[in-house]
């Protein structure tokens, strides 16, 4: 059974995501995004950097929800979500699953602490605006790579999606989705509407 240690509005969004896509079972260990459950000595022990998500697959503790989608997905997928390996259409998959947290989250992160999350007297003000112009240029990214799609890749919806969806539900949180990104917007509501992205978020 794959236990997934969730917090609400989290990168483990992305996991019960998939795995609910995948029509995998999967227990829910609820945490709360605050010191109490995340640095407590039994977390830190499963994730010594006390972050979400931690999974617990048949007794194999992973981290980093790109690294447990890439294995849920060689383990459990048996081909669904991801084109072929090897194929130009794989490369343009792999491109946007891994834009979505090595190129868009340290931006939207960055917002999220400084916005949000840091005691209003920790907050930078520089740091938080070079990063809401950093993620307003990707969003402009996003809105062209848009036209004549479903989906970030193409028609079928992928993994892909769910990582950069993830990303999408944190800046429309944030405000970030105005009307000048149609395309956009359009993406996201159709991601949001899909059942396994309102189960995860939920």
Do not use: C
């Amino acid at each position: 059974m794959l236990k997934i240690y969730h917090a609400p509005n989290t990168r483990s969004v992305r996991i019960v995501w998939l795995a609910e896509e995948l029509g995998l079972p999967y227990e829910i260990k609820a945490m709360e995004f605050n010191p109490k459950d995340l640095l407590s000595d039994e977390y830190l022990a499963l994730n010594p950097l006390g972050q979400v998500p931690t999974v617990d697959i048949e007794g194999l503790i992973m981290t980093e929800s790109g690294a447990i989608s890439q294995y849920l997905l060689a383990k459990e997928g048996k081909g669904r979500l991801e084109p072929k390996p090897g194929t130009r259409e794989h490369a343009n998959y792999l491109y946007w699953f891994h834009f979505a947290e090595a190129g868009f989250m340290p931006s939207i992160g960055a917002i999220a602490q400084h916005a949000y999350i840091r005691p209003e007297a920790d907050r930078i003000p520089q740091v938080l605006a070079e990063a809401q112009e950093k993620g307003t240029k990707i969003l402009g990214l996003i809105e062209k790579a848009l036209p004549g799609k479903d989906y970030i890749t193409g028609n079928d919806f992928t993994a892909a999606d769910i990582m950069l969806g993830y990303d999408l539900l944190l800046a429309n949180m944030f405000g970030m989705l105005g009307d000048n990104l149609p395309n956009t917007k359009a993406y996201f509501e159709r991601l949001s509407a899909r059942p396994g992205f309102k189960k995860a978020t939920t």
